[in-house]
Structures are given as C-alpha cells and as structure tokens.
T-cell receptor
Framework: SQKIEQNSEALNIQEGKTATLTCNYTNYSPAYLQWYRQDPGRGPVFLLLIRENEKEKRKERLKVTFDTTLKQSLFHITASQPADSATYLCALGLGLTGGGNKLTFGTGTQLKVEL | GAGVSQSPSNKVTEKGKDVELRCDPISGHTALYWYRQSLGQGLEFLIYFQGNSAPDKSGLPSDRFSAERTGGSVSTLTIQRTQQEDSAVYLC??????????FGSGTRLTVV
C-alpha cells in the first residue's frame, strides 16, 4: 500500500544547530514533493517544492533534497531559531497525469528549537 | 482578499444535523481543494476542483459529504446527518497552478 512516513516523535534541537527532518515514501512515483509548516490552530504554509528531476532546492535557511532512488526527502533548517518551532509536513504530488495537483500529506514531524 | 478565507472558524453541531462549511479562495486561483485533519492525523484529501472540469471526489468518505464550487470561486462543503467521527478541522486550499497550496485557517467542526 502507499505510505508516507515522517518521524512521529518530536525533534528537539538547540538554537543555532541544523534541524534535519525526514520524509520516506513507498509505492509512489511522485512528480514533485512539497514541504509545509503548520503552527497550532493554523493551516499549513507552503515552504518549498522540489521536482523529481531535481536533487536539491534551497531557500534562505531551508534546504530540501529529493532522492527518488531511496524514495526519501530530507528537509534541513540551518541556524535554527526558536521561531522555527512548528510541525513540518511533507506532501507528494503525482502531477497532471496522476490526479492533477492533488497532494498526499504525511502526518508531520514536530520540531522544537530550544534556547 | 489576500488569502483563503474559511467560515465559520468553529462549529459545534449536534449529531444528525447538517452543516455547511464555506471557503473563499484567492481570486484567480483555478484549483480549490478540501482536506480534513483529525487530531494527530495527517491531512486527508476530500475533493478537488480544477477550473470547469468535473471535480475529483475520490476522497469523500461517504455520500453524506458533498461539495460544490459556484462560478469557479466560492466553495461549500456540506456534511449531512453529521456523526461524531466527522469531528475534525476542515481545511480549504487554492492554487493557480501546480505549486504550493495556500491554505485557509480551517473550520474546526465538533459533533456532539
């Protein structure tokens, strides 16, 4: 069956360190993968999109990698800050031939950055 | 408006009643999505509207759920004869093209 797995346990790191979150998937051939941030009581906020033919994408302190052989994406936040504390969701899209822009989401990983 | 607007933000209803949830997407966004999020669960796809195409209803959990999108803009998600397992946050999102979604803040539905 299709599955998207993210670390179910919360990730606690110290301010200034790099946070690395993992998203693994099985039985999918995504055209692209997206990462979102969700704060309590709010809807998810889009962060980055990476396509199947891209290995890495960066945006400010954020970096995403996408390994279609390992079926894994890594999401890095460098120089982490307490304001980065939130739940981070990965989502897979199959593209126009696989259901349009419909996304399938993982359950998310809670990140807590401590002083 | 600048973002996706959902109303109401909170709704408490009695089991067996019908509810309507509203979503105002960003103007010009041709695609609109409904998801729901239960406590501790991931986002569950419900339905997807793309322009004038027939909606993708493959995620609707039962025939008690329906949605429409009038004039390619506002969408209403209707749940008939609500059950306690329908309690969740219902999220709407829109996008102009294959790219990141812009989500609303959601409607928290509680069925008592």
């Amino acid at each position: 069956s299709q599955k998207i797995e993210q670390n179910s346990e919360a990730l606690n790191i110290q301010e200034g360190k790099t946070a690395t979150l993992t998203c693994n998937y099985t039985n999918y051939s995504p055209a692209y993968l997206q990462w979102y941030r969700q704060d309590p009581g709010r809807g998810p906020v889009f962060l980055l999109l990476i396509r199947e033919n891209e290995k890495e994408k960066r945006k400010e302190r954020l970096k995403v990698t996408f390994d279609t052989t390992l079926k894994q994406s890594l999401f890095h936040i460098t120089a982490s800050q307490p304001a980065d504390s939130a739940t981070y969701l990965c989502a897979l899209g199959l593209g126009l031939t696989g259901g349009g822009n419909k996304l399938t989401f993982g359950t998310g990983t809670q990140l807590k950055v401590e002083l | 408006g600048a973002g996706v607007s959902q109303s109401p933000s909170n709704k408490v209803t009695e089991k067996g009643k019908d509810v309507e949830l509203r979503c105002d997407p960003i103007s010009g966004h041709t695609a609109l999505y409904w998801y729901r999020q239960s406590l501790g669960q991931g986002l569950e796809f419900l339905i997807y509207f793309q322009g004038n195409s027939a909606p993708d209803k493959s995620g609707l959990p039962s025939d008690r759920f329906s949605a429409e999108r009038t004039g390619g803009s506002v969408s209403t998600l209707t749940i008939q004869r609500t059950q306690q397992e329908d309690s969740a946050v219902y999220l709407c999102a829109s996008t102009p093209r294959p790219n990141g979604y812009t989500f609303g803040s959601g409607t928290r539905l509680t069925v008592v």
